[in-house]
């Protein structure tokens, strides 16, 4: 009887201490789970967020492709050269200083630029309606006919392109600044953007309103109808005497393409006109031209245009745009690529002005022949280098010649 009460004394006492433990236990178990529920919890906002960031990236219209560009050019030339006029180190030269005006224009210089660089955004989206799709182009580089004057070789932003793109089943639109139509081939020289420009490669980038509309044509072929409506000026300035015409500049293009095994055949032909306005008489510009590409094999590929017209400083010749001066200029080119990573390229331009309609002292003559090679060791990374003579033709001074070597050392993204 002892030994019972002894035992139902000590449950008593004991009682109390393991509720008082269990109960303790319990609330550290019940603080864990809560513990763990707010990290389910807050893992759980996490993901919905991530994902709906993700989601809302792939929603949008106009997803972003961001590419671009980092160039360094080294140039050695054995007399002054010139960009678009003014003397500028960027790998775009376009004619050789009068040495005759200036006799220390025919000095050496040698120059390292970084100016033609590019950066640039695509953005494509899904279709907005019933076989319309909308896609756009954004691109800056750094050449500038002020960075003559810049300091700390600090190279001012230049807008290459800026254009928004609707694009049906066989016709585009395309609203905002891009490549002219009228000359649209380029040569595959290694200056800025592959231009002989103010040497027979006519064509630049301008604001403008287009519709192309694209013909099948046999297997892999096409016909492209093109035209344009254009700023009428390659400045902003009211006193350009294309802007003072009043009208915009009228731009076409007949284009016949087709796919061959080493490349595209195109052959097409195009025109520009427009109204000069030039001491209170409005004149008439206009021009011509013919572009053909023949890909023939790898290691043989020819190219080239013609132009002729009448005030087309405004695409890029030594004519002027209101003095009612013409030109004849032309360039043509043979590429080979001899290895996927390995390519040649000689070519030759001229741009030739009517001389009975300048001033003494102006370009009567422009040419440039050029021959380079690019390697590619890897993919994003290339080599270049390009031998160009020049010879500019002073009307009364005779002719200003150079050798120009730059090198083109790329990485592109």
Do not use: C
Not at 138 to 163: K, M, W
């Amino acid at each position: 009887m002892k030994r019972l009460v002894f035992v139902l004394s000590l449950a008593l006492i004991l009682l109390p201490v393991a509720s008082s433990m269990a109960a303790g236990k319990k609330k550290a178990g019940d603080e864990r789970i809560e513990k763990l529920e707010e990290e389910v919890v807050n893992l759980k906002e996490r993901l919905e967020k991530a994902e709906s960031d993700k989601k809302g990236e792939a929603s949008t219209n106009h997803p972003l492709k961001i590419y671009g560009l980092i160039v360094l050019n080294p140039t050695f030339a054995t007399a002054k050269t010139t960009l678009y006029g003014t003397r500028n180190s960027a790998a775009a030269l376009s004619s050789v200083k009068d040495k005759t005006a200036n006799a220390s224009d025919g000095n050496s210089w040698f120059g390292l630029t970084i100016q033609n660089s590019r950066l640039g955004i695509i953005w494509t989206g899904k279709e907005i309606a019933d076989n319309v799709k909308a896609s756009g182009l954004f691109e800056i580089d750094f050449v500038n006919i002020i960075n003559n004057a810049s300091y700390g070789t600090s190279p001012i932003p230049r807008i290459r392109h800026l254009s928004f793109t609707l694009e049906g089943k066989n016709w585009s639109i395309l609203m905002g600044q891009n490549w002219d139509i009228f000359s649209p081939l380029n040569t595959n020289s290694l200056s800025l953007g592959n231009n002989i420009w103010y040497q027979g490669n006519l064509g630049f980038r301008r604001p403008q309103l287009r519709f192309t509309y694209n013909i099948p044509a046999g297997t892999n072929g096409k016909v492209s109808l093109a035209a344009s409506v254009n700023h009428p000026s390659n400045t902003d300035d009211l006193y350009s005497g294309g802007m003072e015409g009043g009208i915009p500049y009228g731009e076409g293009l007949i284009q016949y393409t087709k796919g061959l095994k080493y490349g595209d055949l195109i052959v097409a032909v195009s025109g520009t006109g427009g109204t000069h306005r030039s001491n209170g008489k409005n004149k008439e510009m206009w021009g011509i031209a013919g572009s053909i590409n023949i890909p023939l094999h790898n290691y043989l590929t020819l190219k080239g245009e013609v132009e002729w017209g009448k005030d087309l400083g405004d695409f890029l010749t030594f004519a002027g745009s209101t003095g009612g001066v013409k030109n004849l200029g032309g360039w043509g080119q043979i590429s080979s690529k001899w290895h996927k990573k390995f390519e040649t390229n000689i070519g030759y331009g001229i741009d030739d002005i009517k001389k009975t309609s300048i001033a003494d002292g102006s370009v009567s003559r422009n040419q440039i022949a050029f021959g380079n090679f690019k390697y590619s060791p890897w993919t994003p990374f290339s080599i270049g280098v390009e031998y160009e003579y020049m010879r500019t033709t002073y009307k009364g001074h005779g002719a200003s010649p150079a050798h120009v070597v730059f090198g083109n050392f790329a990485y592109s993204f």
